[in-house]
């Protein structure tokens, strides 16, 4: 069996942010700035996404599943707009989520979190 390597570790929460295993690597929990826009919060998850996939040299173009979690599901084309800026058409699969965040602002506080599996060989993207 491969190794399994943990990346971006949280001891305080008790949490990896980038798990590696074989050939994926399962990232959780992005979120952006709370309290600002839900467009702000899309977009800083994503940057934050960025971030951790950068710790091993991928790009978001590697990401291959997503599981987008809204405080308001109705959001959902506001990040469609960010992911048709940020993805270039190489759009991975996903689904969107509601729930209730267990964070602190309650309904102004996080509206948006992404957790993705992204895939590390070289492929080619058709």
């Known amino acids: 069996m491969k190794s399994i390597t ?10 990896t942010g980038l798990v590696g295993a074989g050939d994926f690597y399962f990232i ?12 702000a ?3 800083g998850a994503f940057d934050e996404l960025e971030r951790r ?8 173009e590697a990401v291959v599943k997503m599981d987008c979690l809204f405080r308001d ?7 469609e707009k960010v992911i048709k800026e940020r993805f270039d058409g190489k759009f991975p699969a996903r689904k969107s989520i ?3 965040f267990a964070h602190s602002g ?5 509206q948006f979190q ?8 070289t492929i080619t993207i058709k």
């Open 6 to 15: 943990r990346y971006d570790v949280s001891d305080e929460s008790a949490y």
């Open 98 to 100: 509601q729930t209730e």
């Open 41 to 43: 919060q899309i977009n």
């Open 114 to 121: 992404v957790d993705a599996m992204a895939y590390s060989k």
């Open 73 to 79: 599901i109705w959001n959902v084309s506001i990040m």
């Open 106 to 110: 309650g309904e102004n506080g996080m």
């Open 28 to 39: 959780n929990f992005c979120t952006g700035p709370v309290g600002e826009s839900i467009e």
């Open 53 to 60: 996939l950068g710790l091993v040299g991928l790009t978001l």
